[in-house]
């Protein structure tokens, strides 16, 4: 039996999200709800490795890098690594979330101490 390379599974997967979004970019409906479940299982699988300590978390900020990307679509340049183009957006929001947890604790702390 032989193994999988790795690189072969995420080079299947990436040539595998561009097709369906550039077939969506032409207006093909179909293959953009299957882009958008299929790029969903790999964003969440991305989100449970930056926030193990967040697991409830995950699904609302996978809807808004979803939403992030549905509105940023226009952007994306067929030359450039979709995932890379995704991923990029997929930190932005991380960055939000970060921030906002950072700040609701630090206003926490301040009305603990008033």
């Known amino acids: 039996m032989q193994r999988t390379n790795s690189q072969e599974v995420l080079r299947a997967r990436e040539a595998h999200l561009q097709a369906l979004l550039l077939r969506a970019l032409d207006g093909d409906s ?3 709800k299957e882009f ?5 299982t790999h964003l969440r699988g991305f989100l449970r490795r930056r926030l ?3 697991a409830g978390e995950i699904e609302d900020l996978l ?3 979803l939403l992030a990307v549905h509105n940023a679509r226009h952007t994306y340049r067929v030359e450039q690594p979709l995932t890379v183009w995704v991923q990029a957006i997929a930190r932005y929001k991380l960055a ?3 921030r906002a947890v950072s700040y609701t604790h630090l206003r926490a702390h301040e009305t603990r101490e008033d």
Request: glycine residues 6%; aromatic residues 24%; charged residues 10%.
């Open 30 to 32: 179909a293959a953009y």
């Open 63 to 65: 809807q808004e890098v």
């Open 36 to 40: 958008l479940f299929a790029l969903g």
């Open 96 to 98: 939000d979330y970060f």
């Open 52 to 54: 193990p300590q967040h």
